[in-house]
């Protein structure tokens, strides 16, 4: 479910919209493909309420059949072949160390919940009430009766979109469903760090050193499964890919709709996430230009 509801849509986008994206390794079209996956759902729920639509489990097989399809249709005429592996790279060697690097993750991530029914801490607790109101309106809500005297929605609801549309496709209880998403964010929060790992060091092996640290030596993002504070964790997955894109789009200026295309996805998608954190992410556009412009200047 994780790689079918928060992968395949991100890659059907990024084949389609952006040929250059296919230039890219694996390990880092994956972290893309995640980023922009995760985008597509707010954007996807805010945008049929705004249209009076709730279309319920449509939310959750809606994008993925039809990222199935895309990824088929565009690639009806290919054919298999073994790739030819140049054994003496280095790039090589340094995407290949990301495999065990990346199930020890999943592991250790899976592993320090599997005795849980229920995330941890205050704040799961909220996003479960959130993420079951959504379900229970097959989209976005105004009115959080029964389970408090509230209405109208001013609150960030990617985190919950992401929850719901787990639960539809597992049809694990709302708390499981709220606690197998964050821990999955868990793993992604990680992966994402790969393609600016790359373009900074100008190495797989540089992604793959920030994988070990940032997912088996830090005590962030690990420290979430305790904290509970998964809507701050879902926005850090979509948040370094929205700087890598915005990235190679201030650097390159390319003339093709597609990559604008990603760019609002992704961006809408980490505005809806967390209101604060886009601001960050705004933050970072403006460094980048002042940067860009000293370079220029010399």
């Not at 205050?122 to 009115?143: E, P, R």
């Not at 597609?258 to 996805?265: L, M, N």
Request: glycine share 8%.
């Amino acid at each position: 479910a994780g790689i079918f509801l928060f992968v395949l849509p991100g890659l059907a986008i990024l084949s389609w919209t952006w040929k250059d994206c296919v230039t890219l390794d694996w390990p880092g079209k994956t972290a893309l493909s995640i980023g922009t996956s995760l985008a597509v759902y707010p954007v996807l729920l805010l945008w049929t309420d705004i249209l009076g639509i709730h279309l319920g489990p449509v939310n959750a097989w809606g994008p993925t059949v039809l990222a199935l399809a895309a990824i088929a249709w565009q690639n009806r005429r290919a054919s298999f072949k073994i790739p030819r592996v140049d054994w003496r790279s280095s790039e090589f060697w340094g995407q290949l160390a990301i495999i065990p690097v990346l199930a020890l993750i999943v592991l250790v991530r899976m592993w320090v919940v599997r005795s849980l029914s229920v995330p941890l801490w205050g704040d799961s607790y909220h996003h479960t009430v959130m993420a079951q109101l959504i379900v229970d309106h097959g989209g976005l809500f105004d009115n959080w009766q029964p389970y408090a005297d509230l209405f109208g929605l001013t609150y960030h609801f990617g985190l919950h979109s992401l929850i719901a549309v787990f639960h539809w496709i597992t049809r694990l209880p709302v708390p499981e469903a709220t606690l197998w998403t964050g821990q999955l964010l868990n793993v992604y929060a990680v992966l994402v760090l790969y393609p600016l790992a790359v373009k900074l060091g100008r190495s797989a092996w540089a992604g793959c050193v920030a994988g070990l640290c940032a997912g088996l030596l830090a005590q962030m993002p690990m420290f979430y499964t305790n904290w509970g504070r998964y809507s701050q964790l879902a926005v850090q997955v979509i948040l370094p890919v929205a700087v890598w894109i915005v990235w190679e789009l201030v650097e390159r200026l390319p003339k093709s709709i597609g990559i604008w295309i990603v760019t609002a996805v992704v961006w809408s998608g980490l505005a809806l996430t967390h209101y604060r954190i886009f601001l960050l992410g705004l933050l970072f556009l403006f460094v980048l230009l002042i940067v860009l412009a000293v370079l220029l200047t010399y």
